[in-house]
């Protein structure tokens, strides 16, 4: 027997092996035609770059995921002939996944908006490292996003961004919501916390969830909330007290340059102001301050932050606010009072000329 048919046999036999290992997992004829070689452990390519391509599907975990009901073919529909003539093309997900699909799957715009975030429009314009949608989600192995194994269960996350953010993943781990999130927190936030999940857009962008002039309120999303603060014995009145601040008016006109939470506690290595490496760690608030604050010294290190005028607490700036508002009221009091004796006396004045128009000539009111 030559070489040729030894190879043939070998290919026939392995086919009958996986037809019937996987016969009462109900594969169609041409899923089983697939896993005749994908379904083969090790089976693998190695591409020119020397880049090892894994093509082993386990079709144990297949079964496993949401498209267990779906067949090879669904997906990789350009596929028609084995072995293919041509490299398949990557799978196209929008073919079932779009508002108004009639394929079973979840009625949602995520394809579109994935397309106008950061991510999209780097692959659109052939950028070789942006993510696609198995990056996140996974290829054979999909699983709803409520699932502990799954890619995109909210403890996951960090980790599959940091699959490409693998610096900033870093920081985060070591930070304070990166710590609270390991020790199996439901309240730490996480990567699409605030950053969005498939519409996720550049700083820079005004519509973007962490561009300056929406850092505050979507910070404000957990730290807002007196219920979730209070566990932590973080004051809630933080936001109310930034916004009534001059960066936070500043920032609610426009000016993006006036700082913001992530100006003072850093974006991802946020961590608790007694941690010395801390940012707002009273040791290191001179150099934090120093970056809009040329000059800065230890003693802006000595005054409160996060002050809330209406609390006695609040020492000196609370009595001064106070008498500004008695100031403020004695002023508009005495004007409205001017006023309405101005008034009276008009009406009288009017009244004693027989009801001639005030201000009218002599000759004019004469009987």
């Not at 991802?268 to 040329?294: F, R, Y």
Request: proline content about 7%; some cysteine.
């Amino acid at each position: 027997m030559t070489g040729t048919s030894m190879l043939r046999l070998r290919r026939i036999l392995w086919a009958g092996l996986v037809a019937a290992a996987f016969a009462t997992a109900a594969y169609a004829q041409e899923d089983v035609r697939c896993l005749s070689c994908h379904g083969k452990p090790g089976f693998r390519k190695t591409l020119p770059s020397g880049q090892v391509l894994e093509l082993f599907v386990d079709p144990n975990l297949l079964r496993l995921s949401v498209h267990k009901d779906k067949h090879c073919v669904d997906c990789h529909a350009d596929v028609s002939e084995v072995p293919h003539p041509t490299t398949p093309q990557p799978v196209n997900c929008r073919r079932c996944h779009y508002n108004g699909n009639t394929s079973g799957a979840p009625q949602l715009a995520k394809y579109l908006e994935f397309e106008r975030s950061v991510h999209g429009k780097a692959l659109a314009a052939g950028n070789p490292k942006a993510p696609t949608c198995q990056d996140c989600h996974g290829g054979h192995f999909i699983l709803p996003g409520s699932d502990l194994r799954s890619r995109v269960f909210r403890t996951n996350i960090p980790q599959v961004c940091g699959t490409c953010h693998l610096k900033i993943f870093a920081e985060y781990e070591a930070s304070i919501h990166g710590k609270a999130l390991a020790k199996g927190n439901p309240d730490a936030p996480v990567c699409t916390s605030c950053h969005g999940e498939h519409n996720i857009e550049k700083p820079e962008e005004k519509t973007s969830t962490v561009n300056p002039g929406h850092v505050a309120n979507t910070c404000a999303k957990c730290h807002d909330k007196v219920v979730i603060m209070e566990k932590y014995g973080v004051n809630a009145e933080q936001v109310a007290t930034y916004e009534e601040s001059f960066h936070g008016i500043a920032n609610e006109f426009g000016v993006l340059k006036a700082a913001n939470c992530a100006s003072c506690h850093t974006a991802h290595d946020i961590l608790p102001p007694s941690d010395p490496l801390s940012s707002v760690n009273p040791a290191n608030i001179p150099k934090t301050c120093g970056k809009c604050h040329p000059g800065a010294n230890a003693n802006f290190a000595n005054g409160r932050i996060h002050i809330d005028a209406k609390d006695k607490s609040a020492g000196i700036v609370y009595w001064v606010a106070l008498g500004f508002k008695i100031l403020t009221l004695s002023t508009l009091a005495g004007l409205f009072i001017h006023i309405g004796l101005d008034l009276y006396r008009k009406i009288r004045n009017h009244q004693k000329a027989g009801g001639a128009k005030p201000g009218a000539p002599s000759s004019e009111i004469q009987p």
